[in-house]
């Protein structure tokens, strides 16, 4: 068994919870991957590779209900880039809708492709995105243009997390504090003796394996997500971490500076896949990145990447 | 005259005679009238029943059960009076005791006793006052503690347990008699037979199944069961130590219990005694005195050995006393004085401290009737253990060890760690163990080693996450015991027995191949060996068919030590185990070696597929209907009634197996079923609000605009036309500022135009007017409108003629572009002057 049954599992269930999330990743016999990315991911349950990997390439939103889990409706997700157009099957899968791609679209080029830990990787492509679009409207299937662009463009700069509530940030027993190393990009224990600095610090606390993020402000805190939180205070020391190839259209990040999900979302439609990565460089890539989609990312995460 | 003064005389010895007969026998009625509060059953009954007196008498009848045989005098609160009046009036006995013991002690050494010389005193001076000044207070303290149902809070230390003689002087002094009035040995002994044997109970005091359970009414098991065993020589000791007697009550109580020591018997021994001396007595007495008689007072040792046997040393008594010690009431505080002296002048150089430490050295030999008495025992950590195969000897638990016991009650559970193995892709694997869950257990625990707990999170409706000691390979071979716990409670312990060989199969639930009791006939499974078993294990794979297997060391994956052993790669499988087809015993080998003994029963096991609820497969994707087990080629599968074929890979199928519906796969030789249902999955998915971006809701890649017709999309633009609009008047969008040559702009409209944000500031040589995609302008009724929607017909008309008075020129890469210009152009001018009206 693999991901491709266990996005069938979740398509024919519709929604559900965590916990019935979890079991179905063990009763499917899901397959581990072999590499990890960090040392930090040294026996990185399975469930949560799954889970990852399905938010990522559109397929299931996680936390959307009540902690549960609901598959997103079938859509093409749309990309135009260099003369030509690419559609990339998110959501909801299912043997006869499947069947009937393949039977819809015999005009277009179709592609399956395995991957690890995903589903397999389905794409229709032509010279235009009129074609695409005229044949999966036809399907009664979905469609996003401009996925990628049409994600990032409303995704809000991440410094407007200086905007969010402030809150009390853990204390007492059992509690591993961290804090951010931005020059070595490392998490590093957090003494008592406090940097008088102002500038925001991303602490992490840690509990029974669950972390919680907070930027520290002066005395105040703001809790945010992990990766956000990274790339805000990336930001405020203009700290580069992210680096752009044209020719090959890559972009590339180290593993601990991973995007956000929405803007990892949005990378992952330009290709149809999720970031790959190097070990020799022990950098994340993800392919067929656009230019522009690189300067909307740029703008998002508030990186100088071109 | 002379026959006058005889008969006189004779008148007068008769006289005498008559008086004397009649002291005799008022005495005798007397001691069995007191001897009625003494009923030694009462303690042999409550040791039989592996009770102490003290947890198995009541309130009411405590007193007697407690001092009837040790302290005659004092058995009850009304009667100690009378009875030391009794008593008072054969004496002397006691005191040649006390007096001879007297120089044996010290007066500088410690004791531990402060009132050791006050009680020689008293000794000497007549057990009425004793009697007086003790019984209430430590009768009072013994009935506080009976109530409170724990042991008196002092501890009687050198109390009978130290010294048996010392026991016996006490019960001499306390029980008998003066020297005045009665000095003989004889007499002595008359009345302590009598005492012992023949009075009867004052059965009101007595409830009826007291007696029944210790014999016959009336019988004192106690005192025959010593008579009999110690005949001559030690009768003095028999009645004077209870303790003794509840000690050793086992085989006391057997022996009456049984009802074979008659009345008749009873009545030789009695002869036997009159016949002794006064003599004979005293030496009794010295050898009591010097530990003689401790044989007797211990007659069943924890192992049953021969009672009575004088060969046994101190230590051996000991250990049979120092039981009662632990339970002996408070009220026979007094009686450790005597003993005290005899301990000291055994082993003079012993200290308290020295006797306490030997006290906790006994205590942990305590017979396990003393435990199982205490009721509630604490909680106590499993030890790992290792483990045997369940038709080889029984497991044999080892004391566990003293581990920290929580504050809180301790719900002293127990759970597994299963073994896993789990393939990588690249052909790798890891062994891990999977902690079990329980029903009612919470999401997230700490589990591990004390002070080296990891956090699991479940996995499963049974199961946590899998854990990868770094030790694994020596946890495998000497078991595992864990404390579970949450932030404030202890779950209980998580536990795997060590063995040698692992057996590990799949597993319906589980990824990878879990650990199993045994082979199984017909089913996958991998071989966890040790090493040094290695060379075992082959031959007997070999037997059970399990041929073509590959052995995967250390660097592959497998423990330190150890041996993964999986079947042969094959074309259709990446992963395949080990399938046992023979069956066969192992004869020969260590034991742990029969868990290699294929169990040959029938089992359908419905494999793969798409489980989704409650016996439910997607429709397409069936489970794998698999028969594992010995299954002989005569044995027919029927699935829905209808035979059944085996397919290549060893499953079951037939038409229709795996259409929608129920299905029942049966095995009739076997007597066993099992059904399952294939549905369809859901197929009408909708898009919903999952997160709220800054112009819509984003679900998967799809953004949703709050106008339900409109879809959401983004228009990439050159960077100097940053302004979109669409065919619709007010159909207007500007692209937020990036760097670079391109913009990005998000519309829930057709864009077609692209034109510059300022178009009066921008270079006309460079910058031109873009058609995005050609599309007719939208003729637009004559209606009212107002506020925003207004504005933006505004915002529309204006960016259109702004650039057109500029004269920027229209980008003839579409050759109907300047035409449609024209229309736009047109309609913008039309509608910016109906709104300036």
Known sequence: ????????????????????????????????????????????????????????????????????????????????????????????????????????????????????????????????????????????????????????????????????????????????????????????????????????????????????????????????????????????????????????????????????????????????????????????????????VVQLTSRALRQEIL | MFWDWSALLLALVAVVGCATYLFLVKHRKQSQERRDVQLPSTDKKSSAKGETPAASATPQRAEPAEHASSEPCVGTGAEPLASNQQTCDIPETTETILLEEKPTHHPQEPTGHDDEKEFTKVSATGILDIGQEIIPSSVESHRESQIAGEPPDERPVGCTLESDAGSLAIHAEEGQPRADEAPSAKQFRKVETADVVDEEPRGADIPKHESEEGGLRGQRPVATTHAELVPEQLVTASRPEPQTEKVGASSEQETSAKGDLPETRRGEEVKEQDHTTAEPMAEEQAKASAGAIAPVRAPTADDGSAVGSEQKSDTAKKQTLVPMQAKAPKSRTHNAKPSKKKETRKQPSRTRAEESEEDKRLLAKVPETIEASEGHRPPRPPQPIRYRPPSQEPVTVPQPSRRRQPMQEVRQRSFDLTVRLLFQRSGHFRVGLLPQRGDDAPEEIALGPEGNSRTVAAVHDGYYEDVYPEDISTLLVDGISWEGRTESDVLGYWTLSGRDIYVLTTHNDLNGFAQATRLKIGREHIVLCRNSLLALVEPILHQVSCAGFIKLDESQGAPAGWTAIRGAQSERKVIQGIVPTNAMRVKTGPEILSILQPEPDLEIDLQGGIYLQQATWLHGFPPRICVSGDLQPEIKVFIDGNSAVVEDDGSFTNQGYDAVGEHTVSIPVANTSRTYRITEGEESWIPWDAHGLTCGQLCGPLLLSSEASATPRAVVVPTSNSVILGAEPGDIAYCPRIRGPRQVGCVTFHAVWAIPYDAFGCDKKTTTIRLLSARRLVKVQRRKVTGKEAARVIAWSAAILNASRKGLLVDTSDPHAPVLWKEYKSQARSLWRMLKK
């Open chain 1, 1 to 292: 068994m693999n991901a491709n049954h266990l996005l069938f599992w979740a398509s024919a269930l519709g929604s559900g919870s965590w916990h019935q999330f979890k079991c179905a990743v063990e009763r499917l016999h899901f397959e581990d991957r072999h590499q990890e990315e960090e040392e930090d991911q040294k026996g990185f349950p399975l469930y949560q590779l799954a889970r990852l990997n399905l938010q990522r390439l559109g397929h299931v939103e996680f936390n959307g209900r009540e902690a549960g889990w609901q598959v997103v409706p079938p859509v093409f997700a749309i990309v135009e880039q260099e003369g030509r157009a690419r559609a990339v099957l998110c959501g909801a899968r299912s043997e006869p809708l499947l069947a009937h791609v393949r039977e819809a679209c015999s005009g277009l080029r179709l592609l399956e492709t395995p991957c690890d830990a995903c589903p397999d990787i389905i794409c229709l492509e032509d010279r235009e995105s009129g074609r695409i679009e005229t044949a999966v409207k036809c399907l009664g299937i979905l469609i996003q243009p401009s996925a990628p662009e049409a994600i990032l463009v409303n995704l809000p700069p991440v410094e407007s997390l200086i905007h969010w509530p402030r809150s009390a940030m853990p204390f007492g027993e059992g509690w591993s504090k961290e804090k951010l190393c931005v020059q070595t990009l490392s998490w590093q224990r957090e003494t008592e003796a406090r940097r008088t600095s102002g500038e925001p610090e991303l602490l992490r606390f840690t509990r029974f394996g669950r972390p919680l993020y907070f930027i520290r402000i002066g005395t105040s805190g703001i809790q945010v997500p992990g990766q956000m939180g990274k790339f805000f205070v990336l930001r405020s020391i203009h700290h580069r971490v992210m680096s752009y190839d044209r020719h090959s259209a890559e972009l590339r990040v180290r593993p601990i500076c991973r995007p956000p999900l929405f803007v990892e979302r949005a990378l992952c439609m330009c290709s149809g896949f999720p970031a790959f990565f190097d070990p020799e460089q022990k950098l994340l890539i993800y392919r067929d990145i656009p230019e522009h």
